[in-house]
């Protein structure tokens, strides 16, 4: 199945994912500019009227980019929308989100037929975040456009399940828009999700380390510092398991090798956490593959590295399998 034309313009099959309180219009609007889909949480605007001011700057400065630049369009962006009962903003969100027509809208923690119908009655596509296939059938069943397996290894809220697994059951019946989430960081990464069946390589925890990204320098520092070995899975910040780095846990006074269990039924995804340290303020989502985020760059620097190496390990394979 060919991609939707919203997808003409990128770079490099990348987007990049939301992050919690990380991303915001500078990031997501760098991220466009530099060729690959930016994106932002509905709830990192706050108050609420934030969002429409948030939408305003970037539809604006992408469309001063575009005149300025018709020869390298700008790629689309994204609003993510959690979807779960305990976000109370979400129909107000989505209003704001109408009106400005927003492009591509990623849903997470529950897939809603209204919520997909109302995107696309703006000519809006709907990509929804699984960790399993039983997931992934239910959100198509619904309406979603495409789907973004979070797979192990992936940061904040991610799923147990190999991306070799996932993938290859999920591309035994679906042939739409697919971007693979977990431990992607590298060019090489984003050419192995192609290799699996996926359309995109979906990028979150090296953005963290960017000059655009809105996290305090501590936080970029260790992303650069910390391997795989610095990541710890648990439930208990948000009540949903995830991937959050050792040494930001330790820093709050736990001991990430005996955490307690989180409950999702007193979870508030306006506040960020139901522990006393709070995710994602000081308790840090990061995947897996951050090894290879050896410096704090700016975006455009960042996606300049990465096609670099996408390029060098096609070129690679080329050679090794083709002579």
Same mark, same amino acid.
């Given at each position: 199945?060919?991609? !939707? $034309?919203?997808?003409?313009?990128?770079?490099?099959?990348?987007?990049?994912?939301?992050?919690?309180?990380?991303?915001?219009?500078?990031?997501?609007?760098?991220?466009?500019?530099?060729?690959?889909?930016?994106?932002?949480? %509905?709830?990192?605007?706050?108050? $609420?009227?934030?969002?429409? @001011?948030?939408?305003?700057?970037?539809?604006?400065?992408?469309? =001063?980019?575009?005149?300025?630049?018709?020869?390298?369009?700008?790629?689309?962006?994204?609003?993510?929308?959690?979807?779960?009962?305990?976000?109370?903003?979400?129909?107000?969100?989505?209003?704001?989100? =109408?009106?400005?027509?927003? !492009?591509?809208?990623?849903?997470?923690?529950?897939?809603?037929?209204?919520?997909?119908? $109302?995107?696309?009655?703006?000519?809006?596509?709907?990509?929804?975040?699984?960790?399993?296939?039983?997931?992934?059938?239910?959100?198509?069943?619904?309406? $979603?456009?495409?789907?973004?397996?979070?797979?192990?290894?992936?940061?904040?809220? %991610?799923?147990?399940?190999?991306?070799?697994?996932?993938?290859?059951?999920?591309?035994?019946?679906?042939?739409?828009?697919?971007?693979?989430?977990?431990?992607?960081?590298? +060019?090489?990464?984003?050419?192995?999700?192609?290799?699996?069946?996926?359309?995109?390589?979906?990028?979150?925890?090296? /953005?963290? =380390?960017?000059?655009?990204?809105?996290?305090?320098? +501590?936080?970029?520092?260790?992303?650069?510092?910390?391997?795989? %070995?610095?990541?710890?899975?648990?439930?208990?910040?948000?009540?949903?398991?995830?991937?959050?780095?050792?040494?930001?846990?330790?820093?709050?006074?736990?001991?990430?090798?005996?955490?307690?269990? +989180?409950?999702?039924?007193?979870?508030?995804? +306006?506040?960020?956490?139901?522990? @006393?340290?709070?995710?994602?303020?000081?308790?840090?989502?990061?995947?897996?593959?951050?090894?290879?985020?050896?410096?704090?760059?700016?975006?455009?620097? /960042?996606?300049?590295?990465?096609?670099?190496?996408?390029? =060098?390990?096609?070129?690679?394979?080329?050679?090794?399998?083709?002579?």
């Amino acid at each position: 199945m060919a991609l !939707p $034309a919203i997808f003409d313009n990128l770079r490099l099959p990348v987007i990049g994912s939301p992050l919690f309180i990380v991303s915001g219009p500078e990031l997501v609007i760098a991220q466009c500019k530099a060729g690959v889909v930016g994106s932002f949480p %509905a709830l990192n605007a706050r108050p $609420a009227s934030q969002l429409d @001011e948030w939408l305003h700057q970037i539809t604006e400065e992408l469309a =001063a980019h575009n005149r300025d630049n018709p020869d390298r369009p700008a790629a689309p962006y994204a609003v993510n929308q959690i979807v779960h009962k305990s976000n109370n903003r979400l129909q107000e969100d989505i209003a704001t989100c =109408a009106k400005w027509q927003v !492009p591509l809208t990623i849903t997470s923690l529950g897939a809603q037929v209204e919520l997909n119908d $109302a995107v696309h009655s703006w000519g809006g596509i709907v990509l929804h975040d699984v960790i399993n296939d039983r997931f992934a059938h239910k959100a198509i069943e619904k309406g $979603a456009d495409g789907l973004i397996p979070v797979a192990a290894g992936a940061g904040g809220h %991610a799923g147990v399940t190999s991306p070799f697994a996932l993938m290859r059951e999920i591309r035994e019946w679906f042939d739409g828009p697919v971007a693979l989430s977990g431990s992607i960081a590298h +060019g090489a990464s984003v050419l192995a999700a192609q290799a699996m069946g996926a359309d995109f390589g979906y990028i979150g925890s090296a /953005f963290i =380390a960017t000059k655009e990204a809105n996290a305090v320098d +501590g936080y970029k520092e260790n992303i650069v510092e910390a391997k795989a %070995a610095d990541i710890v899975y648990s439930d208990l910040f948000t009540g949903v398991s995830g991937n959050y780095l050792r040494q930001s846990i330790e820093r709050a006074g736990m001991d990430p090798n005996n955490l307690p269990k +989180g409950d999702i039924s007193t979870m508030d995804f +306006g506040s960020g956490g139901n522990s @006393e340290a709070k995710a994602w303020k000081d308790i840090w989502g990061s995947g897996q593959g951050i090894g290879a985020v050896k410096a704090v760059k700016t975006v455009a620097e /960042f996606v300049d590295q990465l096609e670099a190496e996408y390029r =060098a390990a096609k070129a690679s394979l080329d050679a090794r399998f083709l002579g």
